[in-house]
């Protein structure tokens, strides 16, 4: 926020219901007859700055859990939330940490599974994941994780991802797809395009627009984050018909923490 109380940073992002441009998703969910729970998180960021060409980060977790234990809760202890407001509304970033959460040591055990070797493709493009282990939470959590080897690794947008394992002894090989939204074009918040340097008015709705995708199911969804030069951030979440507004009560030093 500069001097004058103006919330001064937009970052636009659009995503989909099943796997996104900023999203994390089960893509695996099922319980077994010993009571655990196996339960997978996808990530995929794809960033593009004006003028630069894009860059996409993938990060796949593949937790086996207590079936009884709190999944949003293990979903955060392994480092994969994406928060997300309900549509037409708002949420400070990082609030969640102040509040009061249950002892994570009523998770019980948390297993990252090495599930061989991971692929995503699209067309022609492969990217293989590489494993890393993961750093031990006491004895809660440990195992391995799968993340994107290059930063300036790209996968298009639009497109189909089809994400692979080759199986290993803990998981069965299996595979699934999933639809990458485009990156949201044209955008405007208020009158300025976002490529110019844009400054929120204090507490004063405003319009964002955006060309909205004609092939848009209705669980697509587009999250506004409004950044201070604190770094405090709120994020507001629109269905993607290519308008939104961002409410003034979100554009608050209070709310921006």
């Known amino acids: 926020m500069r001097p ?33 729970l196996t339960q997978a998180l996808v990530l995929v960021e794809r960033s593009a700055a004006e003028g630069s060409v894009p860059q996409t980060n993938v990060s ?5 859990l207590p079936a009884a234990a ?6 955060r202890v392994v480092g994969s939330p994406f928060d997300r407001p309900a549509v037409g509304g708002c949420l400070t970033l990082g609030a969640a ?18 599930v061989g070797d991971v692929t995503v ?8 994941l590489a494993a890393r282990a993961f750093p031990d939470v006491g004895d809660l959590v440990f195992g391995v994780f799968y993340t994107s080897r290059d930063a300036a690794s790209e996968l298009p947008a639009p497109a189909r991802y089809s994400f692979e394992s080759s199986g290993s002894g803990l998981l069965e090989r299996f595979s ?13 918040i208020g009158e300025a395009e976002l490529a110019d340097e844009v400054v929120l008015e204090e507490g004063v709705s405003t319009v964002v627009r955006w060309h909205a995708d004609e092939a848009a199911s209705g669980d697509d969804r587009v999250y506004v984050d409004v950044v201070a030069a604190s770094g405090a951030a709120v994020r507001c979440a629109f269905r993607d018909t290519g308008r939104g507004v961002l409410p003034g009560s979100a554009l608050t030093a209070q709310a921006l923490g």
């Open 4 to 36: 004058d109380g103006a919330p001064e940073a937009i970052l636009l992002v659009v995503s989909s219901a099943f796997i996104a441009i900023g999203c994390s998703t089960p893509v695996v969910d099922a319980a077994d007859a010993n009571g655990t």
């Open 121 to 128: 493709r699209t067309g022609e493009a492969a990217m293989p």
């Open 97 to 114: 940490a102040d509040e009061p959460s249950p002892s994570i040591g009523s998770l019980g055990p948390i297993e990252l599974l090495d």
């Open 176 to 188: 699934f797809e999933a639809d990458a939204p485009p990156a949201p074009e044209d955008v405007h």
């Open 70 to 75: 709190d999944a949003d809760l293990a979903e």
């Open 60 to 64: 796949a977790k593949f937790m086996r």
